[in-house]
Protein backbone atom coordinates (compact mmCIF):
# COMPACT_ATOMS: atom_id res chain seq x y z
CA UNK A 1 0.00 0.00 0.00
CA UNK A 2 1.67 3.20 -1.10
CA UNK A 3 0.55 6.01 1.00
CA UNK A 4 1.91 9.60 0.60
CA UNK A 5 1.26 13.09 2.53
CA UNK A 6 1.47 16.93 0.98
CA UNK A 7 3.38 19.40 3.27
CA UNK A 8 5.86 16.35 3.85
CA UNK A 9 8.40 19.05 4.53
CA UNK A 10 6.40 21.12 7.16
CA UNK A 11 6.72 21.07 10.87
CA UNK A 12 3.50 18.48 10.88
CA UNK A 13 4.36 16.42 7.97
CA UNK A 14 7.85 15.53 8.48
CA UNK A 15 6.77 14.00 11.96
CA UNK A 16 3.95 12.34 9.71
CA UNK A 17 6.79 10.84 7.71
CA UNK A 18 8.93 9.95 10.23
CA UNK A 19 6.63 7.92 12.03
CA UNK A 20 5.49 6.10 8.78
CA UNK A 21 8.93 5.04 7.50
CA UNK A 22 9.58 4.00 11.21
CA UNK A 23 6.52 2.14 10.71
CA UNK A 24 6.35 0.80 7.19
CA UNK A 25 8.29 -0.10 4.35
CA UNK A 26 9.82 3.18 3.36
CA UNK A 27 9.75 2.65 -0.53
CA UNK A 28 5.75 3.06 0.13
CA UNK A 29 6.26 6.16 1.48
CA UNK A 30 5.83 9.19 -0.90
CA UNK A 31 6.58 12.69 0.29
CA UNK A 32 4.61 15.24 -1.79
CA UNK A 33 6.36 18.84 -1.04
CA UNK A 34 7.19 22.10 -3.03
CA UNK A 35 11.05 21.97 -1.42
CA UNK A 36 11.83 17.88 -2.06
CA UNK A 37 15.37 18.83 -0.72
CA UNK A 38 14.22 19.53 2.82
CA UNK A 39 13.28 15.94 3.12
CA UNK A 40 16.71 14.62 1.82
CA UNK A 41 17.26 12.87 4.59
CA UNK A 42 13.74 10.90 4.80
CA UNK A 43 14.12 9.69 1.31
CA UNK A 44 18.09 8.59 2.28
CA UNK A 45 15.76 6.35 4.99
CA UNK A 46 13.90 4.85 1.65
CA UNK A 47 10.98 7.00 0.88
CA UNK A 48 10.44 8.85 -2.11
CA UNK A 49 10.23 12.80 -2.60
CA UNK A 50 7.77 14.28 -5.34
CA UNK A 51 7.74 18.09 -6.22
CA UNK A 52 3.94 18.83 -6.24
CA UNK A 53 2.72 22.89 -5.36
CA UNK A 54 -1.06 23.42 -4.43
CA UNK A 55 -0.82 27.22 -6.24
CA UNK A 56 0.28 24.88 -9.08
CA UNK A 57 -3.01 22.57 -10.06
CA UNK A 58 -1.22 20.68 -12.83
CA UNK A 59 1.68 19.24 -10.51
CA UNK A 60 -0.46 17.37 -8.33
CA UNK A 61 -1.78 14.28 -10.89
CA UNK A 62 1.94 13.34 -11.57
CA UNK A 63 2.36 13.93 -7.84
CA UNK A 64 -0.66 11.40 -6.49
CA UNK A 65 -0.07 8.80 -9.31
CA UNK A 66 -0.17 5.60 -7.82
CA UNK A 67 -1.09 6.58 -4.54
CA UNK A 68 -3.21 4.50 -2.07
CA UNK A 69 -3.54 6.50 0.59
CA UNK A 70 -3.18 10.45 0.47
CA UNK A 71 -3.18 12.78 3.58
CA UNK A 72 -3.65 16.23 2.56
CA UNK A 73 -1.96 18.56 5.26
CA UNK A 74 -4.06 21.68 5.33
CA UNK A 75 -1.87 24.49 4.18
CA UNK A 76 -0.59 27.19 6.92
CA UNK A 77 -1.86 30.66 4.64
CA UNK A 78 -5.71 29.96 6.56
CA UNK A 79 -7.22 32.75 3.92
CA UNK A 80 -6.08 31.44 0.60
CA UNK A 81 -5.65 28.44 1.06
CA UNK A 82 -9.20 26.77 -0.02
CA UNK A 83 -8.74 26.73 -3.86
CA UNK A 84 -5.47 24.68 -3.42
CA UNK A 85 -6.62 22.49 -1.35
CA UNK A 86 -10.10 21.68 -3.23
CA UNK A 87 -7.49 21.39 -6.37
CA UNK A 88 -5.86 18.20 -4.59
CA UNK A 89 -8.92 16.89 -3.38
CA UNK A 90 -9.85 17.00 -7.70
CA UNK A 91 -6.41 16.11 -8.40
CA UNK A 92 -6.83 13.02 -6.07
CA UNK A 93 -9.51 11.98 -7.97
CA UNK A 94 -8.17 11.84 -11.60
CA UNK A 95 -5.23 10.14 -10.18
CA UNK A 96 -7.26 6.88 -8.67
CA UNK A 97 -5.95 7.88 -5.08
CA UNK A 98 -8.30 5.17 -2.77
CA UNK A 99 -8.48 7.18 0.30
CA UNK A 100 -8.08 10.97 0.84
CA UNK A 101 -6.87 11.92 4.68
CA UNK A 102 -7.20 15.94 5.40
CA UNK A 103 -6.08 17.88 8.74
CA UNK A 104 -8.98 19.41 10.21
CA UNK A 105 -9.75 21.26 13.01
CA UNK A 106 -12.20 20.29 16.31
CA UNK A 107 -15.79 21.22 15.54
CA UNK A 108 -15.59 22.58 11.64
CA UNK A 109 -19.06 23.68 11.64
CA UNK A 110 -20.46 27.14 10.85
CA UNK A 111 -21.32 28.10 13.82
CA UNK A 112 -17.57 27.72 15.27
CA UNK A 113 -16.03 30.96 15.21
CA UNK A 114 -12.91 30.22 15.07
CA UNK A 115 -11.05 31.79 12.06
CA UNK A 116 -10.18 28.74 10.20
CA UNK A 117 -13.41 26.96 10.04
CA UNK A 118 -14.58 27.91 6.83
CA UNK A 119 -11.41 26.89 4.93
CA UNK A 120 -11.50 23.43 7.10
CA UNK A 121 -15.66 22.92 6.72
CA UNK A 122 -15.22 23.73 2.91
CA UNK A 123 -12.33 20.76 2.22
CA UNK A 124 -14.27 18.47 4.46
CA UNK A 125 -18.06 19.07 2.36
CA UNK A 126 -15.73 18.63 -1.07
CA UNK A 127 -13.84 15.13 0.27
CA UNK A 128 -17.34 14.12 1.26
CA UNK A 129 -18.49 15.28 -2.59
CA UNK A 130 -15.44 13.86 -4.18
CA UNK A 131 -17.14 9.84 -4.28
CA UNK A 132 -13.48 8.86 -2.51
CA UNK A 133 -13.51 7.45 0.52
CA UNK A 134 -12.19 10.03 3.33
CA UNK A 135 -11.21 10.58 6.55
CA UNK A 136 -10.82 13.77 8.48
CA UNK A 137 -8.45 14.36 11.25
CA UNK A 138 -9.96 16.85 13.36
CA UNK A 139 -7.11 18.49 15.59
CA UNK A 140 -7.50 20.79 18.76
CA UNK A 141 -5.42 23.65 19.73
CA UNK A 142 -1.71 22.68 19.38
CA UNK A 143 0.23 22.58 23.03
CA UNK A 144 2.86 24.27 21.38
CA UNK A 145 0.99 26.85 20.43
CA UNK A 146 0.07 28.13 23.97
CA UNK A 147 3.81 28.13 25.55
CA UNK A 148 4.52 31.97 24.53
CA UNK A 149 1.21 32.86 26.38
CA UNK A 150 2.08 31.16 29.28
CA UNK A 151 5.68 32.56 29.46
CA UNK A 152 4.55 36.16 28.98
CA UNK A 153 2.17 35.59 31.62
CA UNK A 154 4.89 34.21 34.10
CA UNK A 155 6.70 37.48 33.01
CA UNK A 156 3.80 40.01 33.55
CA UNK A 157 2.32 38.42 36.11
CA UNK A 158 -1.19 38.45 34.19
CA UNK A 159 -2.92 36.54 31.79
CA UNK A 160 -5.13 38.45 29.34
CA UNK A 161 -7.72 36.43 27.69
CA UNK A 162 -10.97 36.41 26.02
CA UNK A 163 -11.83 33.23 26.01
CA UNK A 164 -13.89 33.05 29.19
CA UNK A 165 -14.38 30.18 31.60
CA UNK A 166 -13.97 27.99 28.13
CA UNK A 167 -11.90 24.97 28.12
CA UNK A 168 -9.77 23.46 25.05
CA UNK A 169 -8.28 20.16 25.06
CA UNK A 170 -4.80 21.37 23.37
CA UNK A 171 -3.12 18.66 21.57
CA UNK A 172 0.92 18.23 20.93
CA UNK A 173 1.89 18.34 17.26
CA UNK A 174 3.46 15.07 17.98
CA UNK A 175 0.49 13.34 19.16
CA UNK A 176 -1.30 14.48 15.74
CA UNK A 177 1.73 13.21 13.88
CA UNK A 178 1.02 10.05 15.73
CA UNK A 179 -2.09 9.78 15.36
CA UNK A 180 -2.42 10.78 11.68
CA UNK A 181 0.06 7.82 11.10
CA UNK A 182 -2.06 5.52 12.62
CA UNK A 183 -4.77 6.69 10.89
CA UNK A 184 -3.09 6.36 7.76
CA UNK A 185 -1.93 2.38 8.66
CA UNK A 186 -4.79 1.71 10.21
CA UNK A 187 -6.80 -1.26 8.40
CA UNK A 188 -10.42 0.63 8.46
CA UNK A 189 -10.10 3.91 9.32
CA UNK A 190 -13.25 6.20 10.75
CA UNK A 191 -14.69 8.85 8.36
CA UNK A 192 -13.43 11.02 11.53
CA UNK A 193 -11.00 11.24 14.48
CA UNK A 194 -11.42 14.49 16.59
CA UNK A 195 -7.78 14.53 17.66
CA UNK A 196 -7.15 16.12 21.33
CA UNK A 197 -5.38 16.11 24.36
CA UNK A 198 -5.58 14.32 27.99
CA UNK A 199 -8.08 16.94 29.41
CA UNK A 200 -10.11 20.38 28.53
CA UNK A 201 -7.80 22.94 29.69
CA UNK A 202 -8.98 26.22 31.43
CA UNK A 203 -6.97 29.76 31.52
CA UNK A 204 -6.69 29.45 35.13
CA UNK A 205 -4.80 26.61 34.15
CA UNK A 206 -3.17 28.69 32.13
CA UNK A 207 -2.12 30.96 34.68
CA UNK A 208 -1.41 28.48 37.23
CA UNK A 209 1.67 26.71 34.86
CA UNK A 210 2.73 30.54 34.17
CA UNK A 211 2.26 30.94 37.72
CA UNK A 212 4.49 27.55 38.41
CA UNK A 213 7.05 29.12 36.07
CA UNK A 214 7.03 32.76 38.02
CA UNK A 215 7.27 31.58 41.47
CA UNK A 216 4.17 33.55 42.23
CA UNK A 217 0.81 34.44 41.76
CA UNK A 218 -0.48 34.99 37.99
CA UNK A 219 -3.86 36.77 37.66
CA UNK A 220 -6.21 36.10 34.97
CA UNK A 221 -7.63 38.83 33.28
CA UNK A 222 -10.84 38.64 31.11
CA UNK A 223 -11.01 41.25 27.98
CA UNK A 224 -13.99 41.42 25.47
CA UNK A 225 -12.88 40.16 21.71
CA UNK A 226 -12.52 43.65 20.69
CA UNK A 227 -10.52 44.62 23.55
CA UNK A 228 -8.16 41.64 22.87
CA UNK A 229 -7.41 42.36 19.53
CA UNK A 230 -6.83 45.98 20.43
CA UNK A 231 -4.30 44.43 22.80
CA UNK A 232 -2.55 42.94 20.40
CA UNK A 233 -2.59 45.22 17.65
CA UNK A 234 -0.81 47.50 20.08
CA UNK A 235 1.79 44.74 20.94
CA UNK A 236 2.84 45.00 17.43
CA UNK A 237 -0.04 42.48 15.44
CA UNK A 238 -1.03 42.71 12.04
CA UNK A 239 -4.81 43.70 12.32
CA UNK A 240 -5.58 40.31 10.64
CA UNK A 241 -3.44 37.85 13.06
CA UNK A 242 -5.01 39.31 15.93
CA UNK A 243 -8.57 38.78 14.93
CA UNK A 244 -7.56 35.21 14.17
CA UNK A 245 -6.00 34.87 17.15
CA UNK A 246 -9.06 35.91 19.27
CA UNK A 247 -11.38 33.75 17.07
CA UNK A 248 -9.74 30.82 18.45
CA UNK A 249 -10.58 32.40 22.35
CA UNK A 250 -14.01 33.14 21.41
CA UNK A 251 -14.14 29.46 20.32
CA UNK A 252 -13.30 28.50 23.23
CA UNK A 253 -15.73 30.75 25.55
CA UNK A 254 -18.55 29.39 23.14
CA UNK A 255 -17.38 25.90 23.51
CA UNK A 256 -16.49 25.16 20.44
CA UNK A 257 -12.71 23.56 21.34
CA UNK A 258 -13.78 21.64 24.63
CA UNK A 259 -13.90 17.90 23.24
CA UNK A 260 -11.66 15.23 25.10
CA UNK A 261 -11.41 12.02 22.98
CA UNK A 262 -9.74 8.92 23.29
CA UNK A 263 -8.44 9.07 19.84
CA UNK A 264 -4.59 9.69 20.26
CA UNK A 265 -4.77 6.43 22.18
CA UNK A 266 -6.70 4.29 20.19
CA UNK A 267 -4.70 5.23 16.81
CA UNK A 268 -1.34 5.16 18.76
CA UNK A 269 -1.47 3.07 21.82
CA UNK A 270 0.05 6.12 23.88
CA UNK A 271 -1.89 8.41 25.93
CA UNK A 272 -1.87 12.23 24.60
CA UNK A 273 0.58 14.15 26.35
CA UNK A 274 -0.26 16.94 28.90
CA UNK A 275 0.04 20.28 28.08
CA UNK A 276 2.16 20.95 31.48
CA UNK A 277 4.59 18.58 30.11
CA UNK A 278 5.25 20.50 26.76
CA UNK A 279 5.27 23.70 29.12
CA UNK A 280 8.50 22.01 31.75
Known amino acids: ?13 RLVAERLIAATDPSQVVLITRRPEVVADLVALGATARPADFTKPDTLPAAFAGVDRLLIISADDVGTRLPGQLAAIEAAKQAGVGHLFY ?91 DISGPAGVSTRDLADLAAGLRGGSVEVVDVSDEQYVAGLVAAGLPEPVAGLLASFGTATREGFMDLTTSAVKD ?14
Open 1 to 13: MTIALTGAAGNLG
Open 267 to 280: LTGQDPTPLSAVVD
Open 103 to 193: TSVTNPVAENPAGVVPSHQATEEAMAASGLRWTALRNNLYSEFQVPTIQQAAASGSLVTNAGAGLTSYVTRTDCAAAAAGALLHPDPAQVY
